[in-house]
Every structure is written in structure tokens, then in C-alpha cells.
């Protein structure tokens, strides 16, 4: 009911405008789940908001946790939260699954796992597809994270599947970025040799109740001794086993103890200023090629100019540059004045 009340009333100050802001600022978790709604949307109401709440962010904990599905990323979230709950912190968690960008059938079963904290209002929880934005964080994710951030939430976790692109965007936005492997993920082993990922900054090996487990962690190790130094923080590896929350406690010390060494300093100017740069040349790119699409698809000449290269008249190439030169310098879907 309140979804569909957005859409249609858009410009109502209930649903939007300062009214919403000054509640979702104020902690709400409707409202925040509204603005939420808003940015995954793309209503321009969603770039209003994130404009006028962003003063505000900056003050939460960020950490993104990817891996191979299955790997427990999810249980050991839930673990994570209920320790940081007792501790009387408010966290947010946002989950972003590429795999199922229409049906969120996997959606459910993080939330089945997740579902000890809906009743807790100190405890909010998101899913959101990728919906086949470049990498695994969608634009629509990273606003949501800055909505989260300006909600107050003293933790904000972001789940990601997968090993590779995906890792380096959430690296581009979290403060920490964990990694966790289960003995068997012998790619995500492979894409760390590789460098086809960053090396996080703390590598968790779940199901540690796995008898390769210990192989695992050696095998980590041995990366982690050929990588560059990063800056005096020693990437810890970490043993836990996320059903019974062992070494869930050690993990939260690492992010703890992360978070401490990032946040001082030239450590943390550098980090911002590389977030910063990362996120406006994503959403910069992201809107030049929706634009972009948006045009062709406008446009009845794209259809003869594919025939051309076609029939080999014409060459990709130059087909692409005749496409953007006609490509109009102002959006017609108008994202934030600034
Ligand atoms: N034996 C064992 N199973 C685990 C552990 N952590 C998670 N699981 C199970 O592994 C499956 C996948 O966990 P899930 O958290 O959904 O993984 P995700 O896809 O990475 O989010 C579930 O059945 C969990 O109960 C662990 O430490 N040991
Ligand atoms: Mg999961």
C-alpha cells in the first residue's frame, strides 16, 4: 500500500520531500525502506533525497562481505548482527544478488536465515537485485547504502555474491571489505593468485569444521605472503563457523581493529578520496549508458545504421562513433541539479 502510495504520489511532502528526509534521518525504518523503494525505482525523488540526506552520511561502519554463494555469508551476517545488537548497536543490512535479478527467489532465503532480526527495530534489512547494472553494486545499491548511512545505523553490512568484478565495486564502497571462502572454493583462491580481485582487508574462512579447512587457511596465507604491502594492516585470516557463531567474535574484533587503522589519518583521505572518485565515474558511466540507450532506442536510424555494418558497409567502430555523436549532451531523464 505505502509502495504504491509513492508512485502515484510522488510529490506528496508525505511520501517525499523534507517530510521524508526528516524521518529517515530521524532513524524511521518505514521511511527509510520507502527512500529505499525510491532509488531502486530511479524516481528522481530518490536523487533528491540522497542529496539533501548525504551531509548527513559518513558516520556508519561500512563493511561488504562477498563470496561464493553458499559460502555462509548470510548465516555469518546473522551471527554478526545478533553480537552487535547485544551490544546495542543498530546495523542495516543490505543484500545484493545478481543471481536472481526478477523472480528474488534467493532473496528469500537469506531473509529465512536473516528472520531472527525482523522483529527488532534495531535491525533493518534489505534485498535488492543487481538488475544487470555493471558489476555486482548497482547504482541503486550504493544510494541505498548512503540512505542506510544516513539512517543512523551504526553498521551497515553489504552482502555480494560472487568473486572477482564484483568484489572490487564493493571494495570501492565499504570501509572494510571481507572475503569470505569455504574449503572447496578453489576459484575464488585462483582469482586471488590471479589479482583478478583486490585482496580484502579481512579473509574469513567459514565452515571451519571442514576437515580442508586448515588447508584452506594455508593456502590463503601463501597469497597473502607474495601481496604488496598494504599500508601496516596485515589482512587477518580468520577460522569461523557461522552456524554455531564460533570465531564470529574474532571476526568483529578484526573489523573493529580495521576500522580503527582505516579510519586515522592519510589512510582514511586516501580511502574517501578513492571512494569518491570510484562512485562519480560509476554513476557517471552508468547514466551515460542508460542515456545512451535511451537514445537508441529513440532513435529509428540506429536500426539502419545496424544494417550497414551488417551488410560490412560500415565498421563497428565508426557505427559507435556516428552513435555518439549524435548522442544528445543534455539528459532528457533529468537525474539531481546541482
Ligand atoms: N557446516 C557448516 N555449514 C554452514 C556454515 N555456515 C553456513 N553454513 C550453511 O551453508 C549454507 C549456505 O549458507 P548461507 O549463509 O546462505 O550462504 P551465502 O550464500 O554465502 O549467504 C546454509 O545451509 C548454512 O546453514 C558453517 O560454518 N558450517
Ligand atoms: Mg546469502
Request: net charge neutral.
Amino acid at each position: 500500500m505505502a509502495e504504491r502510495a509513492l508512485k502515484t504520489g510522488r510529490d506528496s511532502s508525505a511520501t517525499t520531500g523534507p517530510a521524508l528526509s526528516a524521518r529517515l534521518v530521524g532513524g524511521d525504518r518505514r521511511a527509510l525502506a520507502r527512500a529505499i523503494t525510491l532509488v531502486e525505482n530511479h524516481d528522481p525523488a530518490g536523487w533528491e533525497l540522497v542529496r539533501e540526506v548525504y551531509p548527513q552520511t559518513g558516520r556508519a561502519a561500512v563493511v561488504g562481505v562477498t563470496g561464493p554463494p553458499g559460502a555462509g555469508k548470510s548465516t555469518l551476517l546473522a551471527e554478526l548482527t545478533r553480537l552487535e545488537r547485544a551490544d546495542g548497536r543498530s546495523v542495516a543490512v543490505l543484500s545484493v544478488d545478481p543471481s536472481s535479478p526478477f523472480s528474488n527467489g534467493a532473496l528469500l532465503g537469506d531473509r529465512i536465515r536473516l528472520s531472527d532480526h525482523f522483529l527488532d527495530p534495531g535491525v533493518f534489512i534489505r534485498s535488492m537485485a543487481s538488475r544487470g547494472a555493471l558489476g555486482g553494486l548497482s547504482e541503486a545499491a550504493l544510494q541505498a547504502v548512503l540512505l542506510m548511512d544516513a539512517s543512523g545505523r551504526d553498521l551497515v553490512l553489504i552482502e555480494t555474491v560472487g568473486v572477482g568484478q564484483a568484489e572490487v565495486e564493493i571494495a570501492d564502497h565499504a570501509d572494510t571489505v571481507v572475503l569470505v571462502l569455504v574449503p572447496g572454493s578453489g576459484d575464488s583462491i585462483q582469482a586471488l593468485k590471479a589479482g583478478v580481485m583486490e585482496i580484502p582487508d579481512v579473509i574469513v574462512v567459514n565452515k571451519s569444521d571442514h576437515p580442508l579447512a586448515d588447508t584452506l587457511a594455508r593456502e590463503i596465507r601463501g597469497v597473502l605472503a607474495l601481496g604488496r604491502d598494504r599500508s601496516g594492516w596485515q589482512v587477518p585470516v580468520i577460522r569461523t563457523c557461522a552456524t554455531t557463531g564460533q570465531g564470529v567474535d574474532e571476526l568483529r574484533a578484526a573489523l573493529a581493529a580495521h576500522r580503527e587503522q582505516a579510519g586515522v589519518g592519510a589512510a582514511l583521505a586516501q580511502r574517501r578520496q578513492r571512494h569518491a572518485r570510484s562512485q562519480v565515474l560509476a554513476l557517471a558511466a552508468q547514466r551515460l549508458a542508460r542515456r545512451l540507450e535511451e537514445s537508441v532506442a529513440a532513435d529509428p536510424s540506429f536500426a539502419s545504421l545496424l544494417e550497414r555494418v551488417a551488410s560490412r558497409e560500415l565498421d563497428p567502430a565508426s557505427a559507435a562513433a556516428i552513435l555518439l555523436e549524435r548522442l544528445p549532451v543534455t539528459p532528457n531523464a533529468s537525474p539531481p541539479r546541482t
